[in-house]
């Protein structure tokens, strides 16, 4: 009876120890069945990813131009809220013209695209101009308009070849940061119909500044100094609160185009009359204090084209200012005299 029960164990171990082994096998091979699933699914994950970078980089190869030698990328009215991480294949592109997509964000490897010349996403809905973009040492034109940019970053200083930049209409924007004044070749700027309430100082340290706009701000008053800006010759001070002109404007030599129209303006500095430089100006719709009108050159019969130049005379303004400032003189001489005929005489003989 020992034996049999001894046998009797033996084999109720052997079958419980089979029956554990097929257990842990089972449990063994069902970890690798969950261990294989995910892995197959992110495989086809991979795969499909993988195929809609081809298949949108394909798309973006359609938009691809050369235009006066340069390879330019212009997508145009399709709808791109972001610009997808496989356009870094693309990073020869010299040339970005993106208009009317919505975007809403530069990408952080626009840092990629060294050869970048132009980048030019005006029209569409960017928040921000992020930091990397001041890797773009050989950027040319920056062209933000009509976005809703509301921060230029300091890192911007680093585009030490950018000639042009253009944040018009970003509405919020009111300022830019001290390190502007690096861009040294910088000749266009645009800050026309945003918020500022004064031209930065880092604006009039610009040392190649040529044309600025600044129409449709609501800047209050001119810098004393802006007789630094040497270089500028075209300054757009339309639609702002302007309500005096410091006398230094006098002397910004190579000023040739100066528009001031929809101002506050109750008077011209007498020392503008020495302009000469000075081409185009225009005074319209201020509330200037003498009432000036120029004299008729032309008669009513003779041809429509002399009414036209009647009009472009009005418009360019000079005339205007020249007989404003010499009338504004003689009624000051006039007050003068009044005012010395009226003083007692200290004459004892009188």
Not at 120 to 139: F, H, M, W, Y
Request: some cysteine; glycine content about 4%; hydrophobic content about 35%.
């Amino acid at each position: 009876m020992v034996g049999v029960a001894a046998c009797g164990s033996v084999s109720s171990i052997k079958a419980l120890w089979e029956t554990r082994i097929r257990r842990i096998q089972e449990e063994q091979d069902e970890e690798e069945q969950r261990r294989r699933t995910p892995r197959g699914r992110s495989v086809t994950k991979l795969s499909v990813g993988v195929w809609e970078d081809r298949a949108v980089l394909a798309r973006l190869k359609e938009k691809l131009q050369t235009e006066d030698g340069r390879l330019v990328l212009r997508i145009q009215q399709e709808e791109w809220k972001t610009l997808p991480g496989c356009l870094v294949q693309l990073s020869q592109v010299q040339e970005w013209q993106i208009h009317r997509t919505g975007l809403q964000k530069i990408p952080h490897f626009i840092s990629s695209f060294q050869n970048l010349l132009v980048l030019d996403l005006s029209r569409n809905g960017v928040t921000e101009i992020p930091k990397q973009i001041g890797a773009l040492t050989r950027l040319r034109e920056l062209l933000l308009s009509y976005n809703r940019v509301q921060l230029v970053p300091a890192e911007l200083s680093g585009c030490e070849s950018l000639e042009r930049l253009e944040l018009a209409m970003n509405r919020d924007l009111n300022q830019l940061p001290d390190q502007f004044r690096k861009l040294r070749r910088l000749q266009h700027l645009d800050l026309s119909m945003n918020d500022f309430t004064c031209v930065p100082d880092c604006v009039v340290d610009l040392p190649a500044l040529q044309w600025l706009d600044m129409g449709g701000n609501r800047l209050q008053h001119l810098p004393e100094d802006i007789h630094r800006m040497e270089t500028l010759h075209t300054l757009w001070l339309q639609r702002n609160q302007l309500q005096r002109l410091p006398e230094n404007i006098s002397r910004m030599a190579n000023l040739d185009t100066l528009v001031l129209s929809n101002n506050r303006l109750t008077d011209i500095p007498p020392l503008m009359e020495d302009m000469s430089n000075l081409r185009f100006v225009n005074f319209r719709d201020n509330p200037l204090t003498l009432d000036v009108t120029l004299p008729v050159r032309k008669t009513k019969t003779e041809e429509d084209e002399d009414a036209e130049d009647e009009d472009d005379r009005e418009m360019f303004g000079r005339e205007f200012m020249q007989m404003y400032i010499q009338e504004a003189r003689k009624r000051a001489y006039a007050v003068l005299n009044v005012h010395c005929v009226n003083q007692p005489s200290n004459d004892p003989t009188e």
